[in-house]
């Protein structure tokens, strides 16, 4: 199953839908897309994986989150939208191993408890 995403602004949140089965590559792809962005300014930013799925080993989430790690240098708040029970926990390792004093990042399975996370 192939994978397709849309960056798209709800107010004061930069939203990254997913949907399908992205690769690690999938997703560098996107960090280089969010990060090379013009116009970036967003502090806060969502995640919905939920019209997707995937099971990425912990070398390949660390792999990840070490790449985001190394192209973002503004502070930012990031909640992650996951549906199904093995995309929390892989994406609870992403958390430990991305949080920074630059950036927190938090997993949810409800859109409304992240989007007034993401606001608070």
């Known amino acids: 199953m192939g994978m397709t995403y ?7 949140v930069q939203v990254v839908s997913i949907k399908g089965k992205p690769s690690v590559d999938d997703i560098k792809h996107i960090l280089d897309e969010i990060q090379n962005e013009s116009g ?10 939920q019209e997707s799925s995937f099971n990425f080993s912990q070398s390949e989430v660390l792999d990840i989150a ?4 190394a192209g973002d240098n ?21 958390e ?9 990042i938090k997993v ?5 408890e992240a989007l007034a996370w993401l606001r608070a």
């Open 6 to 12: 849309e960056i798209a602004e709800m107010e004061d």
């Open 40 to 49: 970036y300014s967003h502090s806060a930013r969502l995640w919905d994986f």
């Open 66 to 69: 070490s790449y985001a790690s």
């Open 74 to 94: 503004r502070s930012a708040k990031v909640a992650m939208l996951v549906k199904e029970d093995l995309s929390f926990g892989v994406s609870r390792v992403y």
């Open 96 to 104: 430990v191993f991305r949080h920074t004093d630059l950036t927190e």
């Open 108 to 112: 949810f399975k409800d859109k409304i």
